[in-house]
C-alpha cells in the first residue's frame, strides 16, 4: 500500500502539453507570453481588472503591503491561524503585525475582534493602515460584514486568498474582496505552478507599482539605474505554462475535492462530536474550493488532534494538525494579539485530511477505516 498524500499536486497531459510548449517557444527566461496568458485568464476569472505573477504567494503579500504603505511604525492586524508566510510578510516590511484570534464555525478571523483591534490601536494612537483577513482553507472571511466596518475606518484590506482560488462569498470570486489580494500556487495548494503566486487588484496602478517593485525597480533608461530598493519576485514563462493547464483543470480539481469532502461528511455524520469546519450548523460550505478538508474532534483532553494524526500517520496516511496559531509560535510570541481561545481549542481539536483532487475513492475509504477506528478505539 502507497502513502496517502495530503494534498498532492495534481497534473496531467494537459500541463505536460503547456510546459512543452513554453520549453520549445524559448521563452525560458522569466516572463514571456505564458506570463501575459496567465495573469489575464486568472485576473478574469477572479473578477479582477489586473493581475501580477510572481515567484511565490508570499511574494505576492509582501508586495501587496508595501503598496498599502505598510511599513516601519505601522501595526497590521491578521488572522492569527494562518500559515507563518502571512505573518512573515507583514515582518519583511518592519510593520508590527497583531495577532487576531478566529470564529469557531470555520476558523476564519474574528470579524468582531479584528475590528476591535483596529479601534483599539488607534485609540492609542497608532497608524493601522492594512488589515490582512486570510481566507482559511479555501473558506471566504465573511467580507459582507467586515468590508463596510472596515470602509467605516479607512483601513485597506489585503487579503491572504493563497488557500482560496475557486472559492466565493455572496456570488464574489475569493481574491477580489481586497484593494490587493493574494494567490498562492505552491505545489500543494489547489492549482500548482510548483511554486508561485499572484498579485490581484482592481487598481492598475498598484499593479504597475508592484510589477516594477518585482524587477528589481529598474528605472527606463539604458543603464541600471535605480532609485528603489527592489525584489527579484517575478514568475517564469515556464512556470506560467503550467498554470495555465492546471487552470483549464481546476473546476474539475475543486468538484472531486468537494465529492471527498462529501464522502468525509457522510461517514463521520454518526459521530455527534465530529464536525467538519466550516459546514456546522446552518453553516453550508458550498462556495468554498475544499482545499483541505478539516475536522474537529470535540473531546476532552491534551492531544485529542494528536492522536488522531498520529494514528493515521501509523496507517501511512499523511494527516496534520491546523496550523498551529501564530500567537503560540516561538517566534511570534512577542508581538501582540487578540485572542478569545477558539485558534487554541482548534489547534487542540482540529485535522486536516487528505484532500488531493488525485485521490481515489478506495483512498478515501482507507482514510475513513483508518479514521473511524480511531475514533471508535
Ligand atoms: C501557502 C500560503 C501562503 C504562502 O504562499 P507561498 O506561495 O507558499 O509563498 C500564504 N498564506 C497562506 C494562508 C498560505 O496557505
Not at 34 to 63: K, Q
Not at 102 to 125: C, F, H, I, T, Y
Not at 234 to 245: E, I, K, Q
Not at 314 to 325: C, F, L, N, Q, T
Amino acid at each position: 500500500m502507497s502513502r496517502i498524500h495530503l494534498s498532492k499536486a495534481d497534473v496531467t497531459d494537459v500541463e505536460e502539453a503547456y510546459v512543452l510548449d513554453a520549453l520549445r517557444s524559448g521563452w525560458i527566461a522569466p516572463l514571456g507570453p505564458h506570463v501575459d496568458a496567465f495573469e489575464a485568464s486568472i485576473a478574469e476569472r477572479v473578477g479582477v481588472a489586473g493581475a501580477l505573477a510572481l515567484s511565490s504567494g508570499t511574494a505576492a503579500l509582501h508586495l501587496a503591503l508595501l503598496d498599502a504603505g505598510v511599513g516601519p511604525g505601522t501595526h497590521v492586524p491578521v488572522s492569527s491561524l494562518t500559515f507563518a508566510a502571512t505573518v512573515n510578510a507583514i515582518l519583511y516590511t518592519g510593520a508590527e503585525p497583531v495577532l487576531v484570534d478566529s470564529q469557531s464555525s470555520d476558523g476564519n478571523v474574528d470579524v468582531d475582534l479584528l475590528v476591535q483591534a483596529v479601534d483599539v490601536l488607534r485609540e492609542e494612537g497608532r497608524s493601522v493602515p492594512a488589515v490582512v483577513p486570510v481566507d482559511l482553507f479555501g473558506r471566504c472571511v465573511d467580507y459582507s460584514r467586515l468590508l463596510p466596518l472596515l470602509a467605516d475606518r479607512e483601513v485597506v484590506v489585503v487579503e491572504d486568498a493563497a488557500e482560496a482560488l475557486g472559492a466565493s462569498h455572496a456570488g464574489r470570486a475569493a481574491g477580489s474582496f481586497g484593494q490587493s489580494s493574494a494567490l498562492s500556487f505552491n505545489g500543494n495548494k489547489i492549482m500548482t505552478t510548483s511554486g508561485g503566486g499572484m498579485l490581484l487588484s482592481d487598481d492598475l496602478e498598484l499593479l504597475e507599482r508592484a510589477r516594477y517593485l518585482s524587477t528589481q525597480a529598474r528605472q527606463p533608461v539604458p543603464w541600471y539605474e535605480h532609485t528603489d530598493v527592489g525584489y527579484n519576485y517575478r514568475m517564469s514563462n515556464v512556470l506560467a505554462a503550467l498554470g495555465r493547464g492546471q487552470l483549464e483543470r481546476l473546476d474539475a480539481m475543486i468538484a472531486r475535492r468537494r465529492e471527498i469532502r462529501d464522502r468525509y461528511a457522510k461517514a463521520l455524520a454518526p459521530y455527534s462530536d465530529v464536525r467538519l469546519l466550516g459546514r456546522s450548523g446552518p453553516d453550508t460550505d458550498d462556495a468554498d474550493n475544499c482545499w483541505l478538508t478539516t475536522i474537529v474532534i470535540d473531546r476532552d483532553g491534551p492531544g485529542v488532534a494528536n492522536s488522531a494524526v498520529s494514528a493515521l500517520n501509523r496507517a501511512d496516511i499523511e494527516a496534520r494538525h491546523v496550523w498551529k496559531p501564530m500567537h503560540l509560535q516561538p517566534v511570534y510570541a512577542t508581538h501582540r494579539a487578540f485572542g478569545n481561545g477558539v485558534s487554541d481549542e482548534l489547534f487542540r481539536t482540529g485535522v486536516t485530511l487528505p484532500s488531493g483532487a488525485g485521490l481515489t475513492d478506495y483512498d478515501i475509504d482507507r482514510v475513513v477505516d483508518s479514521l473511524t477506528a480511531h475514533l471508535d478505539s
